[in-house]
């Protein structure tokens, strides 16, 4: 039941326009433009090459975009349509329809790696092989972390305005999350700040995996602590209609 169920999750997901826009194109579009365009306050490079220090932002990005931004506006109108109280009367237990999601969002977490990795390297990116699989536990952390998150804020409100918070906050996570500036160009106590959200989490968790080789066990505690606050609230929280 949980593959059928991950199966048609993923299947509905790749299938959606406008989710691809905003869990494929979106990154690719940052990643290829952000690579060879100096805009961004990167600080010193020291041996990097500027592809190098973009691609585990633009990772973080798409995780943040597929498992939070698309699985809370997905659940949302499941939510408005009647879907989620229509397979709660199936034999799907409760826990299923959740771990179903989050299944399907490392699926297409792992496609974007894929498809942004295959491009990275073609713009000339070497990431750190000792730090391959260190990204690895980081996608699956972060991937779980925002999943939560997205459940909360999908599983809680109405439809209409889980579409536009969810849009804001991937805004505002972007722009001053610590995913396309580096904490330490942030200014004050903002940098310290960054650090503990799950977006400046996986950003700089990724960035030390890939490009340095180095596990940030901080930034692993970081990311499981929000998916245990989000998931124990959303256990309470949402609702089925």
Same mark, same amino acid.
């Given at each position: 039941?949980?593959?059928?169920?991950?199966?048609?999750?993923?299947?509905?997901?790749?299938?959606?326009?406008?989710?691809?826009?905003?869990?494929?194109?979106?990154?690719?579009?940052?990643?290829?433009?952000? @690579?060879?365009? =100096? %805009?961004?306050?990167?600080?010193?490079?020291?041996?990097?090459?500027?592809? =190098?220090?973009?691609?585990?932002?633009?990772?973080?990005?798409?995780?943040? @975009? @597929? +498992?939070?931004?698309?699985?809370?506006?997905?659940?949302?109108? =499941?939510?408005?349509?009647?879907? #989620?109280?229509?397979?709660?009367?199936?034999? #799907?237990?409760?826990?299923?329809?959740?771990?179903?999601?989050?299944?399907? +969002?490392?699926?297409? %977490?792992?496609?974007?790696?894929?498809?942004?990795?295959?491009?990275?390297?073609?713009?000339?990116?070497?990431?750190?092989?000792?730090?391959?699989?260190?990204?690895?536990?980081?996608?699956?952390?972060?991937?779980?972390?925002?999943?939560?998150?997205?459940?909360?804020?999908?599983?809680?409100?109405?439809?209409?305005?889980?579409?536009?918070?969810?849009?804001?906050?991937?805004?505002?996570?972007?722009?001053?999350?610590?995913?396309?500036?580096?904490?330490?160009?942030?200014?004050?106590?903002?940098?310290?700040?960054?650090?503990?959200?799950?977006?400046?989490?996986?950003?700089?968790?990724?960035?030390? +995996?890939?490009?340095?080789? !180095?596990?940030?066990?901080?930034?692993?505690?970081?990311?499981?602590?929000?998916?245990?606050?989000?998931?124990?609230? +959303?256990?309470? !929280? !949402?609702?089925?209609?």
């Amino acid at each position: 039941m949980l593959l059928a169920h991950a199966r048609l999750e993923t299947s509905l997901t790749l299938r959606h326009g406008e989710q691809i826009l905003l869990t494929l194109l979106i990154p690719l579009a940052l990643l290829v433009g952000l @690579s060879l365009l =100096d %805009v961004l306050p990167t600080g010193e490079l020291g041996d990097q090459s500027r592809v =190098d220090w973009v691609t585990p932002r633009i990772l973080a990005l798409a995780v943040m @975009s @597929s +498992a939070f931004t698309g699985q809370a506006i997905a659940l949302g109108f =499941d939510r408005r349509y009647g879907v #989620l109280k229509r397979l709660s009367a199936t034999a #799907l237990p409760p826990w299923l329809l959740v771990a179903g999601r989050l299944v399907a +969002a490392l699926v297409v %977490v792992a496609l974007q790696a894929l498809v942004l990795g295959i491009v990275a390297a073609l713009l000339g990116w070497s990431p750190s092989a000792a730090g391959l699989g260190y990204a690895v536990l980081l996608l699956v952390v972060g991937t779980l972390s925002f999943g939560a998150l997205g459940v909360l804020l999908g599983g809680a409100l109405r439809a209409e305005a889980v579409l536009a918070l969810a849009n804001i906050v991937w805004f505002v996570l972007l722009l001053a999350g610590g995913i396309l500036m580096a904490p330490e160009a942030l200014p004050g106590v903002l940098a310290d700040i960054v650090v503990l959200l799950p977006s400046g989490a996986l950003a700089e968790g990724l960035h030390d +995996a890939l490009a340095e080789g !180095t596990l940030a066990w901080g930034a692993v505690a970081t990311l499981a602590g929000w998916a245990l606050a989000a998931a124990a609230l +959303a256990t309470r !929280t !949402t609702k089925l209609t």
